[in-house]
């Protein structure tokens, strides 16, 4: 007798090879061991507190990775503010997004070690993460006592501080100041802790020292400027963002209130301290002709470009339009292009220094193209004829 065909040639497709069906039938055995699969079940005595369970709670989450204080940070909020997480969390998430009355910027993708840096040196003055860490566990740096009203003071103080961070008002018009220091697109942020760091000194002088927001716009141009510029906040960065909150919070003037005229004579004096005479005359050409067209001194030549309203290289358009993003396609609006290109002046026996960003500059990435490998004599003619 004929066995019944098989649904797979009912419909005319090839039958079901012994392969096909050893891997359907381990796929069903695999279905019916569920039934006797054994969930990992933590137990945890009725005498936890919630610190215990946050400390559980990490190390069983941490999956044998080492992890960093701000994931020991958002573990207690989760623990004992779920809500500040989830808004921090929306926070970065929105400002990888395009979109209309989000953090959503041009400067930086978010994650929740830029906030939380910021909250911390906001809220607490403190610029090393395992500080803040202590202190929501309810520690009290000078007594170096925990308890539990401690702990739920510092988080008020985290909230209040979150709540300035988060503001977006506060946030674009921030990031809308470093655009006027020339500032637009994420290339030019060399160092995420420099725009973080700023933006807490930036509410800082705002809230608490009283500062107008055109004085303060005006300081924090020319602070982050400097230390962009010269790679302020680059090595021991919490030491040096730590040693300035310290600084800051001392300056009280005889009512007991925070002096302003302290607070903006601070910063103008370290901007004078980074940018000397020495500076200009000496490391910043040094810099400027030891590396490729990147970095910190490149991206403060671009800056500066920008503030002078500069037009790309034989182009009408600022250079500011070329950079920001919506301008390009697969493809960058601009190119680093070499002056003297770098096949001319080996075809010409000159020694070719690739790294000399005096020989660059930008220009639209077709003109580029076109411009190849010709000279100068020969392609600013082109253009001018």
Not at 201 to 214: K, Q, T, V
Not at 237 to 245: A, G, I
Not at 302 to 319: D, E, I, N, Y
Request: proline letters at 4%; aromatic letters at 12%; a negative charge.
């Amino acid at each position: 007798m004929t066995p019944p065909p098989v649904s797979n040639a009912k419909r005319g497709e090839p039958e079901l090879t012994d392969g096909d069906e050893s891997e359907i039938e381990n796929g069903l055995n695999d279905l019916l061991a569920l039934e006797k699969y054994l969930v990992p079940t933590l137990e945890i005595k009725d005498e936890a507190d919630e610190e215990m369970v946050a400390e559980i709670f990490v190390r069983v989450n941490s999956k044998g990775q080492a992890l960093k204080q701000d994931d020991f940070i958002m573990t207690l909020l989760s623990v004992y503010e779920p809500e500040m997480r989830a808004r921090i969390e929306a926070f970065c998430e929105n400002s990888h997004t395009p979109a209309q009355g989000t953090s959503y910027n041009h400067l930086i993708k978010l994650s929740p070690t830029h906030l939380i840096r910021a909250i911390v040196g906001v809220g607490f003055k403190r610029g090393r993460l395992r500080y803040a860490y202590q202190i929501l566990r309810g520690r009290d740096l000078e007594t170096k006592e925990t308890s539990v009203e401690t702990r739920e003071e510092n988080f008020v103080k985290f909230g209040a501080a979150l709540d300035q961070v988060l503001d977006l008002n506060n946030w674009h018009a921030f990031i809308n100041t470093l655009g006027e220091a020339g500032y637009v697109c994420e290339d030019q942020v060399t160092s995420s802790n420099a725009l973080m760091y700023c933006y807490a000194f930036y509410l800082i002088g705002r809230y608490e020292f009283g500062i107008e927001a055109i004085a303060m716009k005006r300081l924090i141009r020319r602070w982050y400027f400097a230390c962009a510029l010269t790679a302020f906040y680059v090595g021991s960065f919490e030491s040096d963002f730590e040693q300035q909150l310290t600084t800051i919070k001392q300056m009280v003037g005889e009512d007991g209130k925070p002096d302003k005229d302290a607070f903006v004579r601070y910063f103008d004096q370290n901007v004078g301290a980074l940018l000397t005479d020495d500076y200009f005359k000496i490391t910043l050409p040094n810099a400027l002709n030891a590396n490729e067209a990147t970095g910190p001194t490149w991206q403060g030549f671009v800056a500066a470009q920008v503030v002078l309203g500069v037009k790309a290289l034989f182009s009408t358009v600022p250079l500011q339009t070329l950079l920001v993003p919506g301008s390009s396609g697969s493809k960058k609006a601009v190119d680093k292009h070499h002056l003297f290109p770098d096949n001319y002046l080996k075809e010409h026996g000159y020694l070719s220094n690739r790294s000399n960003r005096a020989n660059f500059t930008y220009v639209d990435y077709q003109n580029n193209i076109y411009i190849s490998d010709d000279p100068p004599v020969e392609y600013v003619k082109k253009y001018r004829g």
